[in-house]
Structure formats: C-alpha cells, structure tokens
C-alpha cells in the first residue's frame, strides 16, 4: 500500500521512465499507478487493472504498455495471454537503448551479453504450443498399448544452449578485452593520472567533458547518450596532463546484468585516481541520484575511489527553490559550476590539481649558471616569489611531484638560512 511518499516517490520515477520511453523513441500518451498491498504474482498489478488499462489504451490508441519495473516471465506471458498485448518492462527499455546508442564494437558486445542474460529465463513456453503439438503426435503414433519414445531435445532446451554457448563466448572475448585494459592501465599510471566523469544519466557529464577538452563528444537531452567511454588528455597548467574519461551514465535500479556486462567500460572508474561526480543540481531529486549512482559504485567496487562531487546546472537556478547554503554545508568541498555556460571551471580545475595531490610548495636556490633549470621551472611550476641573490635565483614555487627529480639538488631550507 503506497502511503503519499511513497506515491511522490513513484510519480518522480514514472517521470523518469517516460524520459527513458521518449529515448526509445516511444511518445507516452497515460500512465497509472495502481494502490495495492502487496505485488500480484500472476499480473504484477491486478486482473481487473489489466483489463481496465487495455480499454485505456484503445481510447488512447497506444500499441504498449511499459511497466516500471522488471516483470517475472511468467508475469508476461500472463498478461499477454489475458489482453493480447506484450508489456515491456523497464529493463527491456534500458536494453533497448543501450542497443541502439552502442557505438563501438566492445559496447555491442556488452549489450548483447546483457540482452542475452535478460532474454534467457524469459524462453520458457515461447516454443510450447509446438512442443505440445508433438507430445500429442508421439502419443498418437505410439498406440494404445505401446511404450512411447522420449521426444529427446525440445526446441526451448534448444534455444538455452545457444543462448548459453553464446554468453560463454562473449564473456571470453570480454574477459581478454579486461586484460588488455588492465595492461594499459598499468602503463598508463607510470605517466597519467585518470580522471573519471561520472554521475547520473543527463547530468551534463559530456557536456562537462567537451568544455574541459575543447571536443566535441555526442551531446543530447536523453538518457544515455553516452555508452562508449571517451578519452582524452587534460591539461591543468604548466605541464601536467592527467587522462580524463567520459562513461556511461548511471540510472536508479540498474538492472544488475547490465552494470556486470559493462564491466569492461567501467573499469576506468575502479582504476582511476578520482571521481568527478557530476550532479544536476537543477533537478529536484538530486540527493536521491547522488544516492544511486553512490549504490552502482558499491555494484563495481568503485566506492572507495578518492570523488569530488560536482554540482552542475547553476545557471538554471533562478527559479529554484533549492536552499544552496544549505547543500553548500552538506557537501562543503563540492565544486558549483555550469559546463554550459563554462561557470567557475577554473576553479574545478583547481580543485582536481588539489585532489590528485600534484603540486608541492618548495624553495630552490639555483645557481646563475644554472639558466636553464631556471627557465624550466618557470616552465613545468607555479612561481610564487622570486628573489635575485649573489649567489644564484631564490624561487618559491608550487612544482609538480614529477617534475621534482629536475629540481631536487637545488631545494634549500629557509630555516637554516635564518628566515621564517
């Protein structure tokens, strides 16, 4: 029985259901939620809802139902059988999508896996009515008195060893596929760090990516837009580039299937060395998404990766009623931009030099002679004084770890030089 949160809370995730329909390039034309204790194992809703919601969809000329949630086969082989319609569920319209936007041939595959996995339990009965015709044959043939032969394989046996053969195959390919990328990711962090883009499918993760970059990613008010994850190097000034990856967005009640078929795509995120997390603060439900995309971290064992979380979309904020202060206490070292409007992305380019611990302060005294070391350090680090002095140039300056082994010899300790 759905108490008035609960109904709130169920009304907030039709919306996103109809978003995910539009996607999928259905237009919605009524939605319906039915009030009930407890779920009905043959319908899902009740005998009479069904009925009810099929003269509904004849006035309103709809050709599907969607349920949002993911159906028991045998749920939808029993409303099939009592209106005639075959319902999608919500899964199914998440697979849809992935099909359609997968680009390359690496997210093909992960997608057919998931279509697979979902598509196996659901195979039962699909062949019944043949299997039935031929147990009545062979009862016919055998006479009445004969012992009747075993029918050997049926179709629906048949079917699930291929779909199985299959899965075994994908995961193989998918399998070496991880180890290659376990191998350049280990090459990569002798050079890079990784920054990865996360957060809530449209919540301006590529649209962020193509500010930071200066690319041009797929762009578009739909759930997942992006399903390839896309690379590129970032510079955050004087010389130091990190690795920064745009993934898949995240989405409430991921079907667990699908998180495991990406797990090739989403290794980037266990592997990097910081989550930028982006959030539509525009969105009123932004705390719950923030809830999701922290439980499908949990699914691929990316919880403790170091995160920043982003909150993106300020420039929508004139009529909103969020209290900012509020939310600005709750996650104090969050970053407030606008990837549209390329609002204070400065200061989160600061923040990821911060968070990947790049830059130390430290003090150098480089011999006259030492010209070009000078010239690189104003090069590779961040002056912040400078001081000409008889016997050499005294500088202080924020320099990159990396760069340190260029420098290391002429660091001195102001200390023992008699200065504060």
Same mark, same amino acid.
Request: aromatic content about 8%; hydrophobic content about 40%.
């Given at each position: ?251 409430? $009640? ?16 266990? $592997? ?10 525009? $969105? ?137």
């Amino acid at each position: 029985c759905l108490d008035n949160n609960d109904y709130l809370a169920k009304e907030k995730s039709l919306d996103v259901l109809e978003l995910l329909a539009k996607t999928a390039g259905l237009e919605t034309v009524g939605r319906f939620i039915q009030r009930r204790k407890s779920i009905d194992k043959t319908y899902y809703v009740g005998h009479g809802f069904i009925l009810d919601l099929k003269i509904k969809m004849d006035e309103l000329g709809a050709d599907f139902i969607i349920f949002d949630n993911e159906l028991m086969p045998s749920q939808g082989r029993n409303i099939t059988k009592l209106i005639e319609v075959s319902p999608f569920d919500r899964t199914e319209i998440i697979l849809k999508i992935f099909h359609e936007h997968a680009r390359t041939g690496e997210a093909r595959l992960q997608v057919k896996l998931a279509e697979l996995k979902y598509e196996m339990p659901r195979l039962k009965n699909k062949w019944s009515h043949f299997e039935n015709e031929r147990v009545a044959a062979t009862r016919g043939s055998s006479g009445s008195g004969g012992a009747s032969r075993g029918m050997g394989e049926t179709q629906t046996e048949i079917d699930k060893r291929k779909i199985k053969d299959e899965i075994n195959k994908i995961e193989r390919i998918l399998k070496k596929n991880l180890i290659q990328l376990e191998t350049k990711g280990k090459l990569r962090k002798e050079k890079f760090k990784l920054v990865c883009l996360v957060g809530y499918t449209n919540a301006g993760k590529s649209t962020l990516f193509n500010t930071l970059t200066n690319s041009s990613v797929y762009v578009e008010d739909k759930l997942f837009a992006t399903l390839d994850s896309t690379s590129k190097a970032l510079n955050l000034g004087k010389g130091k580039d990190v690795i920064l990856s745009d993934t898949v967005g995240f989405v409430a $009640d991921l079907p667990h299937h699908l998180v495991a078929s990406f797990r090739a795509t989403l290794k980037e995120v266990v $592997d990097a060395d910081l989550l930028l997390h982006v959030v539509d603060f525009s $969105d009123d439900e932004f705390e719950k998404h923030i809830n999701d995309v922290e439980t499908v971290l949990k699914q691929i064992e990316a919880e403790n990766v170091k995160q920043l979380i982003v909150f993106n979309k300020i420039d929508k904020l004139q009529n909103n009623d969020h209290s900012t202060d509020f939310v600005k206490t709750r996650y104090p070292k969050a970053v407030w931009i606008s990837a549209c409007e390329g609002i204070n992305i400065d200061e989160l380019l600061k923040k990821v030099d911060e968070s990947l611990n790049f830059a130390k302060k430290h003090s150098f005294l480089i011999p006259h002679t030492e010209q070009k070391t000078v010239n690189l350090l104003f090069k590779l680090g961040k002056i912040i004084e400078k001081d000409f002095l008889d016997e050499g140039v005294k500088i202080s300056a924020l320099v990159n770890n990396q760069d340190m082994p260029y420098f290391q010899k002429f660091i001195i300790n102001d200390a023992e030089r008699g200065e504060e």
